[in-house]
C-alpha cells in the first residue's frame, strides 16, 4: 500500500514530446511553434475538404503555365511531399492533372502554330501564283 502512495507523490517528469528542443521550455503537444522560442515544432496539418481539393485541381488543369512559374507557391507539391495518406494522394490527383493538362496545353499550342504557319505559307502561295 505504501508504495502505491509514494508512486502517486512523486512528481511526475514531462516527457521530451512535452519540451521544447531548443528553449526546453515546456510545451503543449498541439504547439506548432514553441511560445517562447518561435522555432518550428510541427507542421500545420493539410486541408483535405472537397473546396480545397477543387481549388488545387482547378489551379492544376485551367492554369499550367502558371504553375511552373509559381510552382513554390502551387499547393500539389506540399500536398505530395505530406506523409499523410490522404493528402499526398490529393497531391499525386494534382500533379497528374497539371502533367495532362501541360500537354494538352504543348498540343494545342503547337496545333495553333503550325495552322498559322500553313495559312501564311496558302497566302504567299496564293499571292505568287497570281504574278
Not at 27 to 34: A, D, G, N, Q, S
Not at 114 to 126: E, K, P, V, W
Request: aromatic residues 12%.
Amino acid at each position: 500500500m505504501r508504495e502505491t502512495s509514494v508512486a502517486l507523490d512523486a512528481p511526475q517528469s514531462a516527457s521530451p514530446q512535452n519540451i521544447c528542443p531548443y528553449c526546453h521550455q515546456p510545451i503543449l503537444p498541439t504547439y506548432y511553434f514553441c511560445p517562447n522560442c518561435g522555432v518550428k515544432l510541427s507542421e500545420a496539418h493539410l486541408s483535405t475538404s472537397i473546396s480545397t481539393q477543387i481549388m488545387i485541381y482547378a489551379f492544376s488543369i485551367i492554369l499550367p503555365s502558371l504553375c511552373y512559374l509559381l510552382i513554390s507557391k502551387w499547393p500539389g507539391w506540399k500536398y505530395y511531399k505530406s506523409k499523410e495518406a490522404k493528402v499526398h494522394q490529393i497531391g499525386i490527383v494534382a500533379i497528374t492533372l497539371l502533367v495532362l493538362s501541360s500537354i494538352v496545353t504543348f498540343w494545342l499550342i503547337y496545333v495553333w502554330i503550325t495552322d498559322a504557319i500553313q495559312s501564311s505559307l496558302n497566302g504567299l502561295n496564293t499571292d505568287l501564283n497570281g504574278y
